[in-house]
């Protein structure tokens, strides 16, 4: 298996410009997470879907981010409108089950101007 | 709310020192804990997992121990040598299945 796949892998873009990011599970994986990484505050769960439905999204900053899974292969985090402050690395990461062993995507690194 | 502190933040050791990583959490109530490590600028590769009801996991020349009663993770590098210059990063799954991760430690192992 290729593992969990993020495109892009960078993205620089405008504050006010909308953002999408994407990702696709490892297959056979019922349950995928999205994650932030800053130097400030490290590692954070931003939203984890179960079988294709969010089950907690308590770590979305915002109402400008938004996430969707469609089906069991995809799903997105999009920023609209982006700050510079969302600058950071958003990994996706996807388990067998909620506690299972997470397996982590190479990252997309955001940079907002 | 679940917290998570890793001690040291930093480490820097000479090739071949067996060496422990700590973690310590605030809610006993947990599910699991998992050991990650990251390289610089990639993502994270899950290194062990230990579910609540076990003591230690190992592999290789990792061993990772959990006392759970006492909110405590250790991470034991045995021979360490200049590939496991990394960050370590601790994990854990508790309420509603969320992991919550320490800071890190950055480990550098000079040759």
């Known amino acids: 298996d290729a593992g969990v796949i993020q495109s892009p892998r960078h993205e620089v873009t405008e504050m006010g410009q909308e953002v999408t990011l994407r990702c696709k599970p490892i297959s056979g994986h019922n349950s995928l997470f999205w994650y932030r990484q800053t130097m400030m505050r490290g590692l954070e769960l931003l939203i984890y879907?179960?079988?294709?439905?969010?089950?907690?999204d308590s770590g979305m900053p915002e109402d400008r981010f938004s996430a969707k899974m469609p089906n069991a292969s995809f799903s997105t985090l999009k920023i609209q409108p982006s700050e510079p402050r969302d600058s950071a690395v958003y990994f996706c990461?996807?388990?067998?089950?909620?506690?299972?062993?997470?397996?982590f995507g190479p990252g997309t690194r955001l940079l907002v101007l | 709310k679940q917290e998570v502190t890793q001690i040291p933040a930093a480490l820097s050791v000479p090739e071949g020192e067996n060496l422990v990583l700590n973690c310590s959490f605030t809610d006993s109530a947990i599910y699991n804990l998992q050991w990650f490590r990251q390289d610089p600028g990639k993502g994270l590769t899950s290194l062990l997992l230990i579910q609540s009801s076990q003591r230690e996991q190992t592999s290789g020349r990792l061993n990772a121990s959990l006392d759970k009663s006492s909110g405590r993770s250790t991470l034991y590098i045995a021979a360490s040598q200049p590939g496991d210059s990394a960050t370590y990063l601790c994990?854990?799954?508790?309420?509603?299945?969320?992991?919550?991760f320490g800071g890190g430690t950055r480990l550098m192992v000079k040759p």
């Open positions: 994990a854990v799954n508790s309420a509603g299945n969320m992991l919550t």
């Open positions: 879907f179960n079988n294709n439905v969010p089950i907690d």
């Open positions: 990461a996807s388990s067998l089950t909620t506690t299972e062993t997470q397996y």
